[in-house]
């Protein structure tokens, strides 16, 4: 059996004060001591042989898979140039740069609607879970290259 841990959003823009959503998110991010925590617990996570799975939120040249149906997607497709792929703010943040994930890029948020999203669904019903959160869960795909 093959378990991954999927890690959403650990960038630049989501994270840190510079980010694009800095001035929201930032503060309570680093009140929480949730990327502490996060970090150890892929630390932990590896050591134990789950692979990590590090999605970045990035907005290729003509939208890719952006759907603008709501204030908050609207904003990102207006400031769609802070989301490329190689914008300094679609970065991975300092401590989950050298985690050893593999990074995958989505222009959906979390993954919904792509290959992990679907990976992680197939790997719960093979399991007998049924619930469909598995592209914000950890999953677990017997022998499954994610």
Known sequence: MRSAVLGLHWQ???IEPEGFFGGMLAEPVASSGVVG???RFHQAAREAGAELVLTRFTVPPGEGGL???TAFMRAVGDAQAAF???APGSALIAEMSDSDGRVVDNAVP???GTRIS???VAAQKA???SD???SSRAATAPGRPW
Do not use: C
Request: hydrophobic share 35%.
């Open 37 to 39: 925590r996060a970090a």
């Open 84 to 86: 490329r792929p190689d």
């Open 12 to 14: 630049v823009n989501v």
């Open 110 to 112: 979390g993954g919904s």
């Open 127 to 129: 399991h007998g879970r």
């Open 118 to 120: 679907w990976a992680a």
């Open 67 to 69: 759907v603008r149906n």
């Open 132 to 134: 469909q959160r598995g």
